[in-house]
C-alpha cells in the first residue's frame, strides 16, 4: 500500500470553477502535511501547509481529517494559471512522502 | 540569488558511464534530499542528509553514492549508468526536517 493515495486525475475544468482534491495517507502516525504545485518540467513548490483547524490561502483552502486520514485542497474562482499538478505530502517525522500528483487544467 | 541549484540541469549520457550531479543550496539548511521523478511523474525520495550524515537511504541501486562535503553541497553520483536511471532528479532542503523543502530545478537525466 502506498503511504500517500491521490486521484491523479486529469480535472479539466472551466475558468471560475470550484475544484476539490482529495488525498489519503496510510501512517496515523503522520505529523505534519502539505500541498504542493508542480508546473510542467518545474520544480515543486510549497502551495499551503495543512493544519488540523484547516487553513485558507486567498482562493485556496486546505483540511485535514486525522481521523480518516485524509487531506483536501479547494480552489474556488479557479484560473487558468492554476493549471499544473498538485502534490499532496505528509511527514513521518523523519521522511517525506509525496502522491503521484492530481494534474488540474483549467479551460478558458 | 537561487536558493537551491543543481548542475547539470541536461544530462545525455551512454549506458555504461559514470556521471555527477551537483547540488548547492544558500538558504543554511541542514537537511537535504536527492529525490527522482520517473515518466510517470512519481516522485520518490532516495537519500537524505541532515548536517553531512546520510539519515535516510531508501532502496536505491549501489551504484548511486551521495556525497555532502559540507551541509551546503550535496552531490549525486552514478556509476555504470543503465536505461532505467533515465529522469529527473530533484536536490532539496530544509529547516527542520519535517518544514517545508526547497526544491532545485531538477537535472533531467537521459541514458541511452
Known amino acids: 500500500r502506498k503511504e500517500v493515495e491521490q486521484d491523479p486525475g486529469p480535472f479539466n475544468v472551466p475558468e471560475g470553477a470550484t475544484v476539490a482534491f482529495n488525498c489519503t495517507y496510510s501512517?496515523?502516525?503522520?505529523?505534519?502535511f502539505f500541498w504542493y504545485r508542480q508546473d510542467c518540467r518545474k520544480e515543486p513548490k510549497l502551495l499551503m501547509s495543512v493544519y488540523s483547524s484547516g487553513n485558507e490561502d486567498g482562493r485556496f483552502t486546505a483540511q485535514l481529517n486525522r481521523a480518516s486520514q485524509y487531506i483536501s485542497l479547494l480552489i474556488r474562482d479557479s484560473k487558468l494559471s492554476d493549471s499544473a499538478t498538485y502534490l499532496c505530502?505528509?511527514?513521518?517525522?523523519?521522511?517525506?512522502?509525496f502522491g503521484t500528483g492530481t494534474s488540474l487544467t483549467v479551460i478558458p | 540569488d537561487t536558493a537551491v541549484s543543481q548542475t547539470p540541469k541536461y544530462l545525455v549520457t551512454q549506458m555504461g558511464n559514470d556521471k555527477s550531479i551537483k547540488c548547492e543550496q544558500n538558504l543554511g539548511h541542514d537537511t537535504m534530499y536527492w529525490y527522482k521523478q520517473d515518466s510517470k511523474k512519481f516522485l520518490k525520495i532516495m537519500f537524505s542528509y541532515n548536517n553531512k550524515e546520510l539519515i535516510i537511504n531508501e532502496t536505491v541501486p549501489n551504484r548511486f553514492s551521495p556525497k555532502s562535503p559540507d551541509k551546503a553541497h550535496l552531490n549525486l553520483h552514478i556509476n555504470s549508468l543503465e536505461l532505467g536511471d533515465s529522469a529527473v532528479y530533484f536536490c532539496a532542503s530544509s529547516q527542520p526536517s519535517d518544514s517545508e523543502q526547497y526544491f532545485g530545478p531538477g537535472t533531467r537525466l537521459t541514458v541511452t
Open positions: 505530502v505528509v511527514n513521518t517525522g523523519n521522511q517525506f512522502y
Open positions: 501512517n496515523s502516525a503522520s505529523q505534519s
